[in-house]
Nanobody, 129 residues
Framework: QVQLVESGGGLVQAGGSLRLSCAASGRTFSRYNMGWFRQAPGKEREFVAA????????NYADSVNGRFTISRDNAKNTVNLQMNSLKPEDTTTYYCAADDRFGGNWRRPSLDLRQYDYWGQGTQVTVQV
């Protein structure tokens, strides 16, 4: 069983930055691809970024590519999302997710939320003009 807890959300002005963190339980964290998704009330969950189990490959949504950076520290069982140049349309709840299907470290991690098995409870990000 894996538990994920997000933190770092908050209120920021447009153009500013936030750093989200996700802390994971379990001894097999280093075998999981990890992803960040976001979902507004009444909307479908949207892919943001993902990273392979060893950090060898990443995947980004076009809407955040060049602005957001995903990283992980397997020694600390954490995955992070550095968000720069934030826009009002980035406002929503962000969720951390884990994919327990082991694959190649250099293979791009999936953008499909259906492939992720464990989810955190979310952290709210609000970007003001």
């Amino acid at each position: 069983q894996v538990q994920l807890v997000e933190s770092g959300g908050g209120l920021v002005q447009a153009g500013g930055s936030l750093r989200l963190s996700c802390a994971a339980s379990g001894r097999t964290f280093s075998r999981y691809n990890m992803g960040w998704f976001r979902q507004a009330p009444g909307k479908e969950r949207e892919f943001v970024a993902a990273i392979s189990w060893g950090g060898g490959s990443t995947n980004y949504a076009d809407s955040v590519n060049g602005r957001f950076t995903i990283s992980r520290d397997n020694a600390k069982n954490t995955v992070n999302l550095q968000m720069n140049s934030l826009k009002p349309e980035d406002t929503t709840t962000y969720y951390c997710a884990a994919d327990d299907r082991f694959g190649g470290n250099w293979r791009r991690p999936s953008l499909d939320l259906r492939q992720y098995d464990y989810w955190g409870q979310g952290t709210q990000v609000t970007v003001q003009v």
